[in-house]
C-alpha cells in the first residue's frame, strides 16, 4: 500500500519567514495530493492540493510543489504569520475507479512566532 | 448550512461494550470515510464508501465496522472495543464529481476513550 513520511514534524519560523514541509510518496499510481490545515482543537481543512498532471500551484502565500519522478511533494508558505501556526497534513490518493483510498502523512507542527 | 456532523462529541465506554458513532452529510455526496488521529501517527483511514452500498477498507480497519445503507450516513461500529481504540475520530464527505475538486469536508471529532 501508500506509504507517505513527512518531514519535519516540528517547525518554528520567525513572523515573515517562509516555512517549507517536506512529503515522499512511495505509490507511483498516486495522482492526488492535498495538504490539510489543522488547527488546535479543530477539524482539519483543505489549503491546497495538487493533481499529478502539474508542477506548481500557488494560492496567494501558500504553494505546492510536486515532483513525480522522485516521488516527494512540498508545501511553501511565505511571509508567515502568527495565524498559520496550526498541525499541517500531506496526503496522497489514488482516484481510479473504485479505488480511493487516502494516505496521509503523520503531520507537521508550525508555530510562528510573533 | 451545508456540513457534516458527528455524534457523539466524547465518549467514554468500557472495553466489550458494543458503540456506534454516527456521521451524517447534508451535501449530498458519495464518498463518505472514516479516519483516526493519534498523536504521532497523523490520520490513518479506517473504511471509506464510495456510494450506497459500497464500503471498501482502508489502511486500519480492524476493530471497526461500516455500512452505508443512505446517501447521507455513514455509521462507524465498534463490535467490542479496545482500549487501543481509544482515539479521535473523524468522519469526511466529498462528492466524486467533478473530478478536480477532491476536498473532503471533515466532521467536527468524536474523542473516545475505552477503560
Known amino acids: 500500500g501508500e506509504n507517505v513520511e513527512q518531514h519535519p514534524s516540528t517547525l518554528s519560523v520567525q513572523e515573515g519567514d517562509s516555512a517549507v514541509i517536506k512529503c515522499t510518496y512511495s505509490d507511483s499510481a498516486s495522482n492526488y495530493f492535498p495538504w490539510y490545515k489543522q488547527e488546535l482543537g479543530k477539524r482539519p481543512q483543505l489549503i491546497i492540493d495538487?493533481?499529478?498532471?502539474?508542477g506548481e500551484k500557488k494560492d496567494q502565500r501558500i504553494a505546492v510543489t510536486l515532483n513525480k519522478t522522485a516521488k516527494h511533494f512540498s508545501l511553501h508558505i511565505t511571509e508567515t504569520q502568527p495565524e498559520d501556526s496550526a498541525v499541517y497534513f500531506c496526503a496522497a490518493s489514488t482516484d481510479s475507479g473504485g479505488y480511493q483510498k487516502v494516505t496521509f502523512g503523520t503531520g507537521t507542527k508550525l508555530q510562528v512566532i510573533p | 448550512e451545508a456540513q457534516v456532523t458527528q455524534n457523539p462529541r466524547y465518549l467514554i465506554t468500557v472495553t466489550g461494550k458494543k458503540l456506534t458513532v454516527t456521521c451524517s452529510q447534508n451535501?449530498?455526496?458519495?464518498?463518505m470515510s472514516w479516519y483516526r488521529q493519534d498523536p504521532g501517527l497523523g490520520l490513518r483511514q479506517i473504511y471509506y464508501?464510495?456510494?450506497?452500498?459500497?464500503?471498501d477498507k482502508g489502511d486500519v480497519p480492524e476493530g471497526y465496522k461500516v455500512s452505508r445503507k443512505e446517501k447521507r450516513n455513514f455509521p462507524l461500529i465498534l463490535e467490542s472495543p479496545s482500549p487501543n481504540q481509544t482515539s479521535l475520530y473523524f468522519c469526511?464527505?466529498?462528492?466524486?464529481?467533478?473530478?478536480?475538486?477532491?476536498?473532503?469536508?471533515f466532521g467536527p471529532g468524536t474523542r473516545l476513550t475505552v477503560l
Open positions: 451535501m449530498n455526496h458519495e464518498y
Open positions: 495538487i493533481r499529478s498532471n502539474v
Open positions: 464508501s464510495m456510494n450506497v452500498e459500497v464500503t
Open positions: 469526511a464527505s466529498r462528492p466524486l464529481f467533478p473530478v478536480q475538486r477532491n476536498e473532503q469536508f
